[in-house]
Structure formats: structure tokens, C-alpha cells
């Protein structure tokens, strides 16, 4: 009976130890949500960071199509490829990137790279730019734009778990409708831009194309990249868009390029890899 008894009572202590054991481990995971939850940004303050990039954003975008209005496709899509110098040195000041000689020499390399992508492409034209130096600024301000608000989602940001991602971009979205809308009017009324809607139904579907996958899918991915990444190395990676570009020209239309289009695309590519080493 005596050994029964304690059996039993041996039992009753091993039980009592396992539910002690899984209630701990309860416990942690608990506390492990509970702080991931404290690290996440709320919806107050995605929205908040969705209202302040949003400004830069469109501001950036409307800077670099505007430069296209007063100099040629090669200028703007030069200077606007200097947005890896811009992001480098805003990260460095930041705390987000840290600023070396490779980094540098990988930035450098990717503007000479797109140079000599764009001047091999480029076509001869006698039209007279006498403005040019206007959409050259402009070009230099939409780059300095981009490393404003990539350096800011960053910082703000840090890791994307950190970040509810479609909440973001619907509030981006939000504002631009909200905030952004009676610049359409002044512009309209200026003459600037004259407000006309699409008038086939071709057109609407280009749009319509073009907003979810040329924006919305390219921007979320763009993001996520940044996030898990770094903003250098983004923003060297979206200069691949440009030979890229070109090649499709080369395959699907016959393009010819000459030498400086091959040199350019290896240094663009290079930087790209270089960045990431």
C-alpha cells in the first residue's frame, strides 16, 4: 500500500511538472506575440507614414516627368540614376546605410554604367533644347527626392514585419486622392496640364494595366525589397530597369547597340552585385 501509495503521489508530482513545463512555454509564446505586437507600427502611425511619403513620392514623380518636358530622355534618366549617390550619402547621415569606399565606387559605377546605356541608345535629334538646364534640375531634384523618402521608410520602418504593407499603401493612396487632387485643377486652369480623360476604352485598359502593375505591384515589391534589404542596393537594383529596357528593344524589335551599350549594362550589373558583397 505504502509503495502504491507513493506511486501515485510520484505521478501526481511528474503530471504536475509536464503542465508546469507546458504552461511555461505558453507563457513565452505569449509574451513573444505580445512584444512583436509592440514593435509593429499601429494603424495610427502607418497611416501618418503614409500621408508624409506620399508627398515625396508624387513629388519625385512629377519632378522627373516634368524634366522630360524641357530635356532629353538620356539627361533626365542620367541624373535621375545619381538617386543611388543621394541615397548613399542621406543614408550615411541617417544611420541607415554605411558609407565606403565600394559603396561609392559601386554608386559611381552604376551612373557610368547607365550613361553609356543611354548615350548608345540615344538618337541624334536638331530639335534646340534652350531649357534644358530646367529639366536637369528637375531630373537632380526627383533623385534627391527618392533618397529622401527610401531613406525615411527605412528609418522609420526597419524590418518589414514591423509594417502592415497594404494599410501603407492604401493610406498612400488615400492621400494622394484627398490632398493631391485640386493640383489637377490648377493645372487644368493654368494650361500646364490640361485635364482630359481617356477617350478609348484601349487607353483606360493601358491605364488600368499600367496603375496595378506598373505601380502597385512594382511599388509593394519595390518596398519589400527596401525593407529586407537596404535603400542602396534598391535603388542600384532598379537601375538594371534601364538596360533591361533596352535589351527588349534588342530582342523584340531588332534594336541595334553598339559597344557602349554592352560596357554600360556589365557596369550597372557589376554595381549591382558589388553593392550587395
Known sequence: MAGASRRVNANHGVNAEHRMHA?????????????ATEHKLTTRE??????GFSVLWFAANVAQNASLAYTTVASSSILCSTSGLFTLAIGALAGVETFSTARLG??????????????????????HMPRAWVGDGLA????????CYTTLLKR????????????????????????LWPGLIILDATGLEPFILPRTGSVWAMV?????????????????????????????GLAL?????????????????SLPYYVGA???????????L
Open 23 to 35: 504552461r511555461s512555454r505558453s507563457d513565452e509564446r505569449l509574451l513573444l506575440a505580445d512584444r
Open 46 to 51: 502607418t497611416v501618418r507614414l503614409g500621408v
Open 106 to 127: 559601386a554608386v559611381v559605377a552604376s551612373t557610368l554604367g547607365v550613361y553609356c546605356v543611354m548615350v548608345s541608345g540615344a538618337e541624334a535629334t536638331s530639335a
Open 140 to 147: 537632380l531634384l526627383s533623385a534627391a527626392l527618392y533618397g
Open 156 to 179: 522609420r520602418v526597419g524590418d518589414e514585419s514591423r509594417l502592415d504593407a497594404p494599410l501603407f499603401f492604401g493610406a498612400v493612396g488615400l492621400a494622394n486622392i484627398v490632398l
Open 208 to 236: 488600368a494595366v499600367n496603375a496595378l502593375v506598373g505601380t502597385f505591384v512594382s511599388d509593394y515589391l519595390w518596398l519589400q525589397a527596401m525593407l529586407m534589404t537596404s535603400p542602396l542596393v534598391v535603388t542600384l
Open 241 to 257: 530597369t534601364i538596360p533591361l529596357s533596352m535589351a527588349g528593344d534588342v530582342l523584340l524589335k531588332g534594336v541595334e547597340v
Open 266 to 276: 556589365l557596369l550597372v550589373l557589376a554595381a549591382f552585385i558589388g553593392a550587395n
